[in-house]
């Protein structure tokens, strides 16, 4: 079965950063887009990063655009999301998502398979 799990959520100051991880298991991605979603608390869920698996043009959120940076290892099954200069903003709940694209999509129902989600929270 398809299963993708995220690490690396947690508390940091403002001007911090975080790198996520999502273990991705139970078939092959090749013809996969990876992408990143969150969602903040009342707020309705937002494209973040995306990535096809194999590599590719990446997309960002204007919001994240410069500080964020989605990346893939495929060796090791598994998806980053490097957070710089983290913002009070960005605190939110963020899950991994998978989808039978051959490229990156902010449109969330194009995605198949998700992550549980870990919390990440920037205080000021």
């Known amino acids: 079965q398809v299963q993708l799990v995220e690490s690396g959520g947690g508390l940091v100051q403002a001007g911090g950063s975080l790198r996520l991880s999502c273990a991705a298991s139970?078939?092959?991605?090749?013809?996969?887009?990876m992408g990143w979603f969150r969602q903040a608390p009342g707020k309705e869920r937002e494209f973040v990063a995306s990535?096809?698996?194999?590599?590719?043009?990446?997309n960002y959120a204007d919001s994240v655009k410069g500080r964020f940076t989605i990346s893939t290892d495929n060796a090791k099954n598994t998806v980053y999301l490097q957070m710089n200069s983290l913002k009070p903003e960005d605190t939110a709940v963020y899950s991994c998502?998978?989808?039978?694209?051959?490229?990156?999509?902010?449109?969330?129902?194009?995605?198949?398979?998700w992550g549980q989600g870990t919390q990440v929270t920037v205080s000021s």
């Open positions: 139970g078939r092959t991605f090749s013809n996969y887009a």
């Open positions: 998502a998978a989808g039978p694209i051959s490229y990156g999509t902010r449109r969330a129902n194009a995605y198949r398979y």
């Open positions: 990535i096809p698996w194999s590599g590719g043009i990446t």
